[in-house]
């Protein structure tokens, strides 16, 4: 390894953290100020490659940041299954970015030892590293960054160019998969979802006008759509019209770097209510089907104006999961016993979710609604343990899983359907949803083609699929507190379990609303404790809102002024 030891070292020293930089591998994998990045992604290529060789299966690094301004970039790795990296490798890349120069080698090798790694073996030739990044202007370079540190300790790097953060899990994924293995490409990926939603579109009534308007918040989402519009077959294709999208012309870089996520995007329509730039033209847009896709395309909401107002009416991450979750349902209900006996379907939710959504997926579809803590990660885990699992959070990231099981059940089950019509179309429609919808991860595009076919094969329009539920009146809050860790949850982040004290109260003031709902819990990064209360009217919930972060800075330590 004496050799690659020096390639390492000298890669290492040529690209040297930024000073006083101290980096952490999170959910979101590494994310900072572009400027100070060049380190991590010479240091994450290397360890990828080494998680390709622990797994002997090809993996992922995407350079993104996702929903933040264009100044930030990032990187994350993608584990063979398309899902994100093993959380116990999150240590590994947070002690080799912050190694000293001339200690990465040294560090590299400590973490190979460890998981019984041999760089120096012959390599695999059939392994490699798929590279993708987005449209930052900084990101090519970045990616030619990670992509030397894959090569520097032996590896293979496929750069598959500009792609949304969805395609290059799914590249992972199916390259993985014997059965999929010609599918793991840009080209594959729109293949497959052009196949699938054809099936599921091919009896339904043409696209309804007026036509779908998309905000790909000036990120990769729209030149990918833009493209993948174009490969669907003109019968089938959405009516769709794409604003925000970057051009690439140099000209124009920075001014459409600036608009990055500013004032655009799903992060902005959801968390603050408001209409992205250009989406809708109003008035004349007024009631048309809107979208909103985040920097990345791996989140997704929908909405439209309403009335002389032209107020915002949402349909977040819970409304699209109740409209996966009923559709579902519905195919579900056409099959026979025998293939839905033992079977379970799912709707997982964090504790953030509308009580109104939870109360229509319990109540009205009659599926389990189990909660997670806050995070993809919790919810993902979840779904995984049903035959069919659907997760969102409210800003629109989420996905379907079918069980392989169930699937295989499907397949085999379908020739022997010809005599039953409705069973046999059943089964045709669940396995097109499960070529269609990402099995690695929230991906706004296929989110979109999903939720534009079941309006259309169900004949649905907006009011239909807005009156599944009416949201309760909900409002967030924070105080600040001495020590958050003094502060425990129950698994679901819906209960305190110490002070006991704490919880006692919020049952108190929640019994005195109706429809209410309130719940607490530590902030992730700060010491501050969030709070989280809904109840039937706007009022209430704001004022029980307030109650509850009173009796959080009663009864865990808070500290400034009483909250009032």
């Known amino acids: 390894m004496s050799s690659m030891k020096e390639a390492v070292t000298k890669l290492a020293a040529a690209h040297p953290r930024a000073q006083g930089a101290v980096y952490r591998y999170g959910t979101a994998g590494f994310r900072e100020a572009a400027e100070v990045l060049d380190a991590v992604f010479v240091r994450v290529g290397m360890l990828s490659w080494v998680r390709a060789l622990s797994t002997r ?134 293949t497959k979802l052009g196949r699938a939603f054809a099936t599921l579109v091919r009896t339904a009534k043409p696209s309804p006008a007026p036509q779908l308007v998309v905000d790909a918040a000036f990120g990769v989402g729209g030149p990918c759509f833009e493209a993948l519009l174009a490969s669907l077959d003109n019968e089938v294709r959405p009516k769709a019209e794409i604003r925000n999208v970057p051009t690439g012309e140099a000209a124009k870089a920075q001014e459409e770097a600036d608009k990055l996520n500013n004032g655009v995007g799903a992060e902005h329509v959801q968390k603050k209510l408001l209409f992205p730039e250009q989406v809708p033209n109003l008035p004349d847009e007024r009631g048309v089907r809107c979208c909103s896709f985040d920097g990345d395309a791996d989140r997704i909401v929908y909405y439209r104006a309403m009335g002389e107002s032209d107020s915002l009416n949402l349909f977040d991450g819970d409304k699209i999961a109740c409209l996966y979750t009923y559709f579902i349902q519905m195919q579900m209900a056409a099959l026979p016993d025998a293939l839905t006996s033992g079977v379970k379907v799912g709707c997982i939710q964090t504790a953030y979710a509308n009580g109104a959504s939870t109360e229509y997926i319990t109540k009205k579809l009659k599926v389990d609604a189990p909660r997670t803590k806050t995070g993809v ?34 397949r085999e089950a379908a020739p022997g359907l010809e005599d039953d019509a409705t069973a046999s179309a059943a089964v045709e429609t669940l396995l097109a949803l499960e070529q269609l919808i990402n099995q690695a991860t929230g991906d706004a595009m296929a989110d979109l083609l999903a939720v534009e076919a079941i309006l259309r094969a169900d004949s649905m329009s907006l009011d ?61 990064t700060e010491d501050a404790v969030r709070v989280y209360a809904e109840a039937d009217t706007s009022a209430a919930a704001d004022e029980l809102a307030t109650k509850v972060l009173q009796a959080v800075f009663d009864h865990a330590g808070g500290v400034g002024e009483r909250p009032n």
């Open 377 to 410: 990660k919790h919810l993902h885990h979840k779904a995984v343990e049903y035959d069919v699992g659907v997760y969102f959070e409210a800003n629109g990231h989420g996905t379907v899983l079918f069980g392989r099981e169930f699937i295989s059940r499907l």
């Open 57 to 190: 299966a090809n993996v992922g690094l995407m350079v993104t940041a996702s929903h933040n301004p264009h100044r930030d970039n990032g990187v994350k790795l993608v584990d063979p299954d398309g899902g994100m990296l093993s959380q116990s490798w999150e240590s590994f890349a947070t002690d080799l970015c912050n190694a000293q120069e001339d200690k990465v080698a040294d560090v590299l090798e400590r973490i190979c030892n460890e998981i019984g790694v041999d760089l120096a073996a012959k390599t695999p030739s059939d392994i490699h590293v798929f590279v993708g990044w987005d449209t930052r202007t900084h990101s090519p370079r970045l990616a030619d960054l990670a992509a030397q540190g894959i090569e520097s300790v032996g590896g293979a790097a496929e750069r598959i160019g500009v792609v949304t953060t969805p395609i290059l899990h799914h590249c992972v994924r199916s390259s993985n998969m014997p059965e999929e293995a010609e599918l793991a490409s840009v080209e594959g990926y729109r």
């Open 464 to 524: 239909d699929w807005d009156g599944f539920y009416t949201d309760l009146p909900s409002r967030q809050l924070k105080c600040q507190v001495a020590d958050r860790t003094a502060i425990k949850t129950s698994d679901d982040e819906s209960r305190v379990l110490e002070p006991a004290s704490l919880q006692d109260a919020i049952d108190s003031l929640v019994a005195q609303y109706k429809s209410g709902r309130a719940f607490a819990r530590p902030s992730g």
